[in-house]
């Protein structure tokens, strides 16, 4: 069992894949976009939705692009009532082993509700991207490792 | 206007613009600062002579401005206009040295751009190739750099900080409930479109329609379209049915 574990390893590890998503009608990609790039940079692989996506077109390309992570951002206000459809629309189609982390214009006072329906990580205004990198590759690993085993 | 586009009417020839603060220079720390910083720059708006302007509120780091947070922004443009002076005089800053150095700079960095732009075959060919959007990003991108490095100082973001959970709390966030709001709209076009003369509705959609298969100005049709009725949505789909829908070319 173990040999099989080691030679199942690849030698070079896949690049950590990341979907940026833009959901709904809220048309602030700046963030997005600097996070985007700021990912790239730092050795990510990032696909980025584009604008105004339905949370059904975001399960069917995070399933089809195999991502590692989605990443949420927000800035109208509704980010408790998509991440509630996110969620419930990934468990619908056993995908909801991909984590969810978030941010955005996300009042620090929502952080607990967004973690209790099951966001993986939220990031609030003001986050050093460095810090949001380490975390992102820490729950990629993770998630990796629970897949391998 | 006059050399490049042949314009005759001297009404063309007026440079009338609207101003509107910067949604970026907001941040939800501290915010009650977001009311200052646009203070200033409404007043720098309007000491550059500006006919129009729209001053952002506080709280939209957050989400919508609540009715407190708009009436704020509007109190602030009658502030200036009725308080200060400024808008006494048509040009207050006329004649300073740095004020005319910087138009001149300005001006001579717009016209790099334009000139770029016309070498790309014009703004629709530049958006295309993704040049504007590259531009726009790519100085959102240092812009946050110079402030993580700390190059750039905004003020509770990267000095004078403060942890402030409960100031945030205090903000009267504009409450709405999503489902509630959804529920409520779909009811109105659902009434809208019980009531509308269908004939004329389906003609005004599809007059719409051959208007853009042939390249007219579509913009009576959409008018007319509004008035037998058409939901947005309905206009958006012809339009979209005909040209085809706009996807952000990828660059990452």
């Not at chain 2, 004020?99 to 960095?109: G, H, I, K, N």
Request: net charge neutral.
């Amino acid at each position: 069992m173990s040999m099989e574990l080691t030679l199942s390893r690849p030698t070079t590890r896949r690049k950590v894949k990341v979907l940026v998503a833009k959901i709904g009608l809220d048309g602030h990609d700046r963030g997005a976009k600097v996070i985007a790039r700021a990912l790239r940079d730092a050795g990510f692989e990032v696909v980025y939705t584009g604008l105004r996506q339905t949370v059904d077109q975001v399960v069917a390309a995070a399933i089809q692009e195999d991502v590692d992570i989605i990443g949420v951002n927000q800035h109208e206000g509704s980010h408790v009532y998509i991440a509630r459809k996110l969620l419930e629309k990934l468990r619908e189609y056993g995908a909801d082993d991909i984590p969810v982390v978030m941010g955005g214009s996300i009042p620090v006072v929502d952080l607990d509700v967004l973690k209790n329906i099951g966001v993986r990580e939220v990031f609030l205004p003001g986050t050093p991207i460095n810090e949001i990198v380490d975390k992102l590759l820490r729950i990629a690993e993770e998630r990796r490792s629970r897949r391998e085993v | 206007m006059k050399e490049w586009f042949g314009a005759k009417k001297p009404r063309s020839l007026w440079l009338r613009f609207h101003v509107q603060t910067a949604g970026c220079s907001l941040y939800p720390q501290q915010p009650w600062l977001n009311i200052v910083r646009t203070a200033l720059e409404a007043l720098a708006a309007v000491l550059g002579g500006c006919q129009s302007l729209h001053t952002n509120a506080f709280d939209e780091p957050f989400r919508v401005p609540s009715e407190f947070a708009a009436k704020i922004a509007l109190r602030t443009q009658q502030i200036i206009a009725y308080e200060t002076g400024v808008a006494d005089v048509i040009d207050p800053l006329a004649g300073s040295y740095f004020v005319e150095w910087l138009t001149d700079e300005m001006e001579e960095r717009a016209w790099r751009y334009i000139e770029r732009i016309e070498s790309l075959g014009g703004m629709l060919e530049a958006v295309k190739k993704g040049y504007p959007q590259r531009e726009v990003e790519e100085a959102a991108y240092r812009f946050q750099r110079e402030v993580e490095e700390g190059r750039r100082f905004i003020v509770g973001v990267n000095i004078f900080k403060e942890e402030d959970v409960e100031e945030v709390r205090r903000v009267p966030l504009l409450e709405f409930n999503q489902e509630e709001v959804e529920r409520r709209q779909k009811e109105r076009v659902r009434k809208v479109r019980s009531m509308r003369d269908e004939a004329r509705w389906r003609r005004a959609l599809d007059e719409l329609r051959g208007a853009a298969e042939r390249g007219d100005n579509i913009m009576p049709y959409v008018l007319n379209a509004v008035k037998a009725y058409a939901t947005i949505g309905e206009i958006m789909g012809v339009l979209k049915d005909v040209y085809g829908t706009y996807v952000e070319p990828p660059y990452y």
